[in-house]
């Protein structure tokens, strides 16, 4: 059976994207103690699950997955940092 803290993650990881997220709000609605929604948000922010966000509060992101950086291509630098190819669009796809 699973704990409180691993039901509230659950409950948060269905959660739409962009849903603001309260300690005592969950807590409330999962019936259990404020610290217990704390501890569980906390926990979800680090498996990145949630963020909180200046004069915003936490919120439900949507998480991404990292990826193997020995396989990235040219596209994704680009991408990365917002870059501008000038020229040689081909080689693209290419692994650096």
């Known amino acids: ?23 005592r709000k969950i807590a409330q609605q999962m019936g259990v103690s404020e610290g217990t929604a704390y501890r569980a948000i906390k926990e979800a922010e680090s498996l990145e ?6 004069r ?26 917002d870059g501008m190819v000038l020229g040689g669009r081909k080689g693209l796809d290419k692994t650096l």
């Open 1 to 23: 059976m699973s704990t409180k803290h691993d039901l509230i993650i659950e409950y948060i990881k269905q959660l739409e994207v962009g849903t603001r997220i309260s300690v």
């Open 49 to 54: 699950y949630v963020k909180t966000l200046p």
């Open 56 to 81: 915003v509060g936490t919120v439900r992101i949507e998480k991404v997955e990292k990826r193997d950086i020995e396989r990235l291509t040219y596209a994704e630098v680009v991408s990365i940092v």
